[in-house]
C-alpha cells in the first residue's frame, strides 16, 4: 500500500527521495563490489611446477582499490580443497569484527564449496595495505595490495607521482607449503626455509629459470613514482632497495610520516611502506632487491630477490647494477632506520597519542619446548606470550562473546609474566615448558592501553614483527635489553611517534606500544612470522562494548560460515 502511494504520487516525490537519499551519502562514498574465487592453479618458479592454493588464477592475487570513506563489497568463494579465510591487513573494522578474517578468531572458515562476504566501510584511512590468507600457512601465495586513495579532492601531503606500483614482497617454496609445514610439526621442529624471495610473485633473474619471472617497471626521466611496498614474506624481515636510487619514506602501514631518504628501507612481514622513487639518474636498467635481515644465530633464506627499474628506450642487452643492500646482520641500520620514522602529525593528520594511561600491560615474548612423545627428539618447539602458548579454540571468540558461549576462552591473560627474570641476559636453556590455554584479556571500551613487548633469552633472542587487529597504535618507545619501568617511559615519544599496525620487536630488546580502545570487538594480536603464530605467538584482546549507541558491536551477517 505504501509503495502503491509513491508510485501513485507521480515523478517529483520520486524525485525528492532520490534527493534525500543523495543528501544521506557521503558525496564521494562508493560501493566497491570484487569477486574471489579461491581456486588452485599451477604455477611454475625455479623450474618448478606445482599446483598453488590463488584467488581468480592470479598470483599475487588482485589489487583492491577504494578511496577513503567508501564502501567494500568482497564475496569469496572457495574452490580449493582448504578451508579458507582472508584477512584484510591494517584496516580497522570499527565494530565490525565478523569482516575481519582470523579463522577461528572472528569466523569460522570458508568450507569448500561455500561462499563468505566481507562487507565493511573504509573510515579515516588511505595509503597503502593488503589481504592475505589467515588460516595455516596459505597466505604463502594467497595475498594481494590494498590500494586506499584518497577522498576525492583531498591531495596527497607530498608531491603528486606521475605513476605507482605495488612492489610487493613474497617468499616461494618448490614443496608444497602445506606440506612442508606439516612434516615440520610431526618433527617438532622449524619446517624447511623458504626457496627464494619474490618481488609481485617473481624471483628474477638470479635464480635458475626466472629470466622470464623478472618483475620490470619502466620510468621516464625526470618522473616520480610512487612504490608501494608490501612485505608478504611468512618468516622473513627484508631490506629493499633501488641501485643508484634514493628512496623518499612517505607512509608506513597506511600513515603519513615525516619524509625522509634513504638508500635502503627494512620492512617486516605485515608491514608497508610507500616511497617516492625519482627517476633522475643517467637512463639505464638498476636492480631493485630484497633480502632477508637476520641478527640473531638463526637460519633463514638469505637468498636476494630482484626486479628492474628500466628506463624508457633502454634495450633489455643493458646488464642491471645491483644495489648494496646493508649486510644481512645490520643491526646498526635496522636501529637507525626504525628511529626515522615519526608521524607526519600535521593539523589534518594529527598524531594524537594517549598521553594518560589507563591499563598497563608488560607482555614477554618466549621460545619453549614443549614434551611431544611422536615427535623426532621427544619434545616440540614451542612459542608463549607471559609463558603461555595459545590454543585456538573450534568456534569463533567473536561469536562466542557476542552469543555469551561459556567453555570456549577465558578473559584471565596475565597483565605481566608469572615471574620476573633477566629476559635478555645469557641464553635460558632449562625449564623451558610453557602453559597451554586459550586466555584473552579483556580491555574496557575507550580505556587507553599501554603494551610493552619484551624479547627474552628462552632458546635464542629474535626480532619479532606484531600484528595487532582492529586498531593502529603508537611506537612511543623501543631500547635493547631489558625494559626498565623507572627510566625508560622518560624517554618516550608522545609528540609524533609512528602510528602502526605492525612493529618489529627489536632482537633482545623491547618495544613499547599505546592504543585508544575504541573498537569493541575480538582482537587478535601475533608475531607476523608465520613460524611462531603456528607456535603459538598469540593472544587476544576482548574490547567491551560502550555505553553508547555506535559503541556496540554490530549484530553478525546472515551468511557467516558456520563452525
Not at 465 to 484: C, Q, R
Amino acid at each position: 500500500m505504501a509503495m502503491g502511494k509513491i508510485l501513485s504520487s507521480g515523478p517529483i516525490l520520486l524525485f525528492l527521495l532520490y534527493l534525500v537519499a543523495l543528501v544521506s551519502l557521503p558525496a564521494d562514498a562508493a560501493v566497491k563490489r570484487y569477486q574471489f574465487d579461491v581456486q588452485v592453479k599451477n604455477v611454475s618458479r625455479l623450474c618448478h611446477a606445482k599446483p598453488i592454493v590463488t584467488v581468480n588464477g592470479m598470483f599475487p592475487g588482485p589489487t583492491i582499490y577504494a578511496r577513503d570513506g567508501d564502501r567494500v563489497v568482497i564475496n569469496v568463494t572457495n574452490y580449493a580443497q582448504y578451508n579458507m579465510s582472508i584477512h584484510w591487513h591494517g584496516l580497522k573494522q570499527f565494530r565490525n569484527g565478523w569482516a575481519d578474517g582470523p579463522a577461528y578468531i572472528t569466523q569460522c572458515p570458508i568450507q569448500n564449496g561455500h561462499s563468505y562476504t566481507y562487507d565493511f566501510n573504509v573510515t579515516g584511512q588511505r595509503g597503502t595495505l593488503w589481504w592475505h590468507a589467515h588460516i595455516f600457512w596459505l597466505r604463502a601465495t594467497v595475498y594481494g595490495a590494498i590500494a586506499i586513495m584518497p577522498k576525492q579532492g583531498t591531495p596527497f601531503p607530498f608531491p603528486q607521482p606521475y605513476r605507482e606500483t605495488n612492489i610487493v614482497l613474497g617468499e616461494w617454496w618448490n614443496n608444497d607449503v602445506e606440506e612442508v609445514v606439516k612434516q615440520g610439526n610431526k618433527l617438532g621442529l622449524p619446517p624447511n626455509t623458504s626457496d627464494a624471495h619474490t618481488i609481485n610473485g617473481k624471483p628474477g633473474p638470479l635464480f635458475p629459470c626466472s629470466e622470464k619471472h623478472t618483475f620490470a617497471m619502466e620510468v621516464e626521466q625526470g618522473k616520480t613514482y610512487l612504490l608501494r611496498i608490501i612485505n608478504a614474506a611468512l618468516n622473513d624481515e627484508l631490506f629493499f632497495a633501488v641501485a643508484g636510487h634514493n628512496m623518499t619514506v612517505v607512509e608506513i602501514d597506511a600513515v603519513y610520516t615525516k619524509p625522509f631518504t634513504t638508500q635502503a628501507i627494512l620492512i617486516a612481514p605485515g608491514q608497508t611502506t610507500n616511497v617516492l622513487v625519482q627517476a633522475n639518474q643517467a637512463p639505464g636498467r638498476y636492480f631493485m632487491a630484497a633480502r632477508p635481515f637476520m641478527d640473531a644465530p638463526l637460519t633463514v633464506d638469505n637468498k636476494t630477490a630482484t626486479a628492474i627499474l628500466q628506463y624508457k628506450g633502454i634495450p633489455n642487452t643493458i646488464l642491471p647494477i645491483l644495489p648494496k643492500l646493508p649486510l644481512p646482520n645490520d643491526t646498526a641500520f635496522a636501529l637507525s632506520y626504525n628511529a626515522k620514522l615519526r608521524s607526519l602529525d600535521s593539523p589534518l593528520y594529527p598524531a594524537n597519542v594517549p598521553l594518560k594511561v589507563d591499563r598497563r600491560l608488560f607482555y614477554t615474548i618466549g621460545l619453549g619446548i614443549n614434551p611431544c612423545p611422536t615427535c623426532l627428539n621427544g619434545t616440540r618447539l614451542t612459542a608463549s606470550l607471559n609463558n603461555i602458548t595459545f590454543v585456538m579454540p573450534h568456534i569463533g571468540l567473536l561469536q562466542a562473546h557476542y552469543l555469551n558461549i561459556k567453555g570456549v576462552y577465558t578473559a584471565d591473560f596475565p597483565d605481566r609474566p608469572p615471574q620476573p627474570f633477566n629476559y635478555t641476559g645469557a641464553p635460558l636453556t632449562a625449564n623451558l615448558g610453557t602453559t597451554l590455554g586459550t586466555r584473552l584479556s579483556k580491555i574496557a571500551f575507550n580505556s587507553t592501553v599501554e603494551l610493552v613487548l619484551q624479547d627474552t633469552n628462552l632458546l635464542t633472542v629474535e626480532s619479532h614483527p606484531f600484528h595487532l587487529h582492529g586498531y593502529n597504535f603508537f611506537v612511543v618507545g623501543t631500547g635493547i635489553g631489558n625494559f626498565d619501568p623507572a627510566k625508560d617511559p622518560a624517554k618516550f615519544n608522545l609528540v609524533d611517534p609512528p602510528e602502526r599496525n605492525t612493529v618489529g620487536v627489536p632482537t633482545g630488546g623491547w618495544t613499547a606500544i599505546r592504543f585508544r580502545a575504541d573498537n569493541p570487538g575480538v582482537w587478535f594480536m601475533h608475531c607476523h612470522l608465520e613460524l611462531h603464530t603456528g607456535w603459538g605467538l598469540k593472544t587476544a584482546f576482548v574490547v567491551e562494548n560502550g555505553k553508547g549507541p555506535d559503541q556496540s558491536i554490530l549484530p553478525p551477517p546472515k551468511d557467516l560460515p558456520p563452525c
